[in-house]
Antibody, heavy 121, light 107 residues
């Protein structure tokens, strides 16, 4: 059974960097058949896909256009986890952030527990 | 980006009712459509993938159908644990987009 365990601060100041980590058990971040994604949810935006990292002989990333320039998602093979870094945050980035595994022709079959991140001074 | 229009946004029903939720895509997506259930304070749970395939462990009262631009999620006989919010998600291409959600409430 795959489990995704999220960690990171729940409060970030405006203009700073939001960083969250998702630790994987039951699968590998280097899997050739999955991607490792971040999704957020807020009342104003609903569920919003942010981006992903995945390994297919080498590492790849894809990011939502709305996030480009501010987002980095990187794997840590030594700890079997992946992280989200979102810089220059504003209160509009306040949301519940989820990590998730994507498989098959692209469905999310396992999710982290979610983390409410509030952007406020 | 492919936009998903989900309806209704809310629905009141009784235990034992049959309910249907619809998602329409802004362009044809074949069967690249998934359905999730989300309960308050929890992450979404996968119910249906590829429009009509039931995820392992999901009760058979849930079913999905459709292709192209119109898709439906049907719950054949509502149970108390089914009152939740339901989302569709398009998996045709990135960015993966979600419907706005349908909140299913007890009548």
């Amino acid at each position: 059974q795959v489990q995704l365990q999220q960690s990171g601060p729940g409060l970030v100041k405006p203009s700073q960097t939001l960083s969250l980590t998702c630790a994987i058990s039951g699968d590998s971040v280097s899997s050739n058949s999955a991607t490792w994604d971040w999704i957020r949810q807020s009342p104003s935006r609903g569920l919003e896909w942010l981006g992903r990292t995945y390994y297919r002989s080498r590492w790849y990333n894809d990011y939502a256009v709305s996030m480009r320039g501010r987002i980095t998602i990187d794997p840590d093979t030594s700890k079997n986890q992946f992280s989200l870094h979102l810089n220059s945050v504003t209160p509009d980035d306040t949301a519940v952030y989820y990590c998730a595994r994507l498989v098959g022709t692209s469905w999310f079959d396992f999710w982290g527990q979610g983390a409410l991140v509030t952007v406020s001074s | 980006d492919i936009q998903m229009t989900q309806s209704p946004s809310s629905l009141s029903a009784s235990v034992g009712d049959r309910v249907t939720i619809t998602c329409r895509a802004s362009q044809s997506i074949s069967t690249y459509l998934n359905w999730y259930q989300q309960k308050s304070g929890k992450a979404p749970d996968l119910l249906i993938y590829s429009a009509s395939s039931l995820q392992s462990g999901v009760p058979p009262r849930f079913s999905g159908s459709g292709s192209g631009t119109e898709f439906t999620l049907t719950i054949s006989s509502l149970q108390p644990e089914d009152f939740a919010t339901y989302y569709c998600q398009v998996s045709h291409s990135i960015p993966y987009t979600f419907g706005q959600g349908t909140k299913l409430e007890i009548k």
